[in-house]
């Protein structure tokens, strides 16, 4: 078994593609139309999705908003340095909700984004670099 993907419904797809490529460094995977459905899904991710488990945008053309509610946490991402990842997304014109930094009671060094929805993506520091 393995993890295969993370599902957020947005509601501006074009908006939210060019956050997770732009701004995140994801590559558009593959993304189709269901007419039937009125609704469109869009994968992207940092590798193929047949070796990396990669985000799944759902866009119900008929849906203006969404609640996010209080159960969602946040997305992880590892990046070679939080503090220019967080100066390249400020650049961009993305959304830095807590400055790079280390976390509190620890030593770990991270900063929190928010995509055009909200949803919060967490930024931390490759420990492999």
Same mark, same amino acid.
């Given at each position: 078994? =393995?993890?295969?993907? #993370?599902?957020?419904?947005?509601? %501006?797809?074009?908006?939210? /593609?060019?956050? &997770? #490529?732009?701004?995140?460094?994801? =590559?558009?995977?593959? =993304?189709?139309?269901?007419? !039937? !459905?009125? $609704?469109?899904?869009? $994968?992207?991710?940092?590798?193929?999705?047949? +070796?990396?488990? /990669?985000?799944?945008? #759902?866009?119900?053309?008929?849906?203006?908003? &969404?609640?996010?509610?209080?159960?969602?946490?946040?997305?992880?991402?590892? /990046? %070679?340095?939080?503090?220019?990842?967080? +100066?390249?997304?400020?650049?961009?014109? !993305?959304? /830095?909700? =807590? +400055?790079?930094?280390?976390?509190?009671?620890?030593?770990?060094?991270?900063?929190?984004?928010? %995509?055009?929805?909200?949803?919060?993506?967490?930024?931390?520091? %490759?420990?492999?670099?």
């Amino acid at each position: 078994m =393995r993890l295969l993907h #993370t599902m957020l419904r947005v509601t %501006d797809l074009e908006k939210s /593609v060019s956050f &997770y #490529t732009d701004l995140l460094g994801m =590559r558009l995977l593959r =993304r189709k139309d269901y007419p !039937g !459905g009125k $609704f469109t899904l869009a $994968f992207l991710g940092y590798g193929n999705e047949s +070796d990396n488990t /990669v985000l799944e945008l #759902t866009h119900n053309w008929d849906v203006s908003a &969404y609640e996010l509610g209080n159960a969602y946490g946040h997305i992880a991402i590892a /990046v %070679d340095d939080v503090y220019e990842a967080c +100066d390249l997304i400020k650049s961009k014109g !993305g959304s /830095v909700i =807590r +400055d790079a930094g280390p976390m509190k009671n620890g030593t770990t060094v991270l900063a929190f984004v928010e %995509d055009p929805d909200g949803y919060m993506i967490e930024l931390l520091q %490759d420990k492999h670099q």
